[in-house]
């Protein structure tokens, strides 16, 4: 008995992605989400009045710049690891790895200059949202600099290449997300405050 198979005009391959990247896109959409209600409920909160007003922190500018020249040099090792050029992927993951410390001890700073400002945690609403605002960011980059770091030592064993990119893609949305969070944020902020 012959089976006769024949070939479907304009059939389409089903959509995949990778599991670990489908489920840090899950993950994403959670932040965001979670950023999209505390704005929301940011924006309610200022309406009712009884709202004290006060500048922001300089060093939000400068953390600003900080996270947009780790995103560069993050994607610059991106683009370095699916030429196989292993050298500039190396330094420019280090490079990021570094700056996103340096935007959580700017983060630091940034607390220490609202105390100065006597700008609380508790007291008033909007010293309250600033700090979840920027407390739950920097406990998401704590996350996004632990990836990097991971990244960091899988490129030094050779384990990140044009053939092995998935870490690499992965830790590149995570951290560019980050970066266009806080961005979102701080905006949001210097309109809002």
């Known amino acids: 008995m012959e089976e006769r198979y024949s070939y479907v005009e304009g059939a389409e391959q089903p959509i995949a992605m990778h599991p670990k990247k489908f489920s840090l896109w899950l993950f994403m959409v959670t932040v965001v989400m979670v950023f999209a209600g505390l704005t929301s409920a940011y924006i309610v909160r200022q309406s009712e009045g009884n709202w004290l007003e006060f500048d922001l922190p300089a060093v939000f500018y400068y953390t600003s710049g900080v996270i947009i020249l780790s995103s560069v040099f993050l994607h610059w090792a991106y683009l370095s690891a699916k030429k196989n050029e292993l050298m500039q992927l ?17 983060q630091w700073y940034s607390f220490v200059a609202l105390v100065d400002m006597d700008v609380y945690l508790v007291g008033n609403p909007s010293g ?7 407390g739950l960011h920097a406990l998401h980059l704590v996350s996004g600099v632990i990836f990097l770091i991971i990244v960091l030592i899988s490129s030094f064993r050779y384990k990140v290449h044009s053939q092995s990119m998935v870490p690499m893609e992965m830790c590149v949305t995570y951290w560019h997300f980050l970066g266009g969070l806080w961005l979102y944020l701080f905006t949001f902020m210097l309109l809002n405050h």
């Open 90 to 106: 190396r330094i420019g993951m280090s490079i990021a790895t570094f700056l996103g410390i340096v935007f959580l001890v700017g």
């Open 128 to 134: 309250s949202f600033l700090y979840i605002f920027t």
